[in-house]
Nanobody, 119 residues
């Protein structure tokens, strides 16, 4: 089991920046991938924002390339999402997720942190 707690969300103006953090605990040695996902509104599909396997295999959604940066510490106990040049369409509930070794799905999730970008 892995527990995840996100923080760092808030209200920011268009063009502003925020950095989200995700603290992992429990079986962190089982973590292969960490990722950030977002859900714009209840009932809408959760979409991938960025995922990483540590220092390699970093993938970004086209909508955030060049603006967002994902990183983790060496132990994968914390993941970060640096967000710059924020746009109103980035407004969403941002979730941290973990995909353990030997699996193909993100199996553990935090409760999310709200990011709101005002026009």
């Amino acid at each position: 089991q892995v527990q995840l707690v996100e923080s760092g969300g808030g209200l920011v103006q268009t063009g502003g920046s925020l950095t989200l953090s995700c603290a992992a605990s429990g079986h962190i040695g089982s973590i292969e991938y960490m990722g950030w996902f977002r859900q714009a509104a209840p009932g809408r599909q959760r979409e991938m924002v960025a995922t990483t396997r540590g220092s390699d295999r970093i993938i970004y959604a086209d909508s955030v390339k060049g603006r967002f940066t994902i990183s983790t510490d060496n132990a994968k106990s914390t993941a970060y999402l640096q967000m710059t040049s924020l746009k109103p369409e980035d407004t969403a509930l941002y979730y941290c997720g973990v995909r353990p070794y030997g699996t193909l799905d993100y199996m553990y999730w935090g409760r999310g942190t709200q990011v709101t970008v005002s026009p």
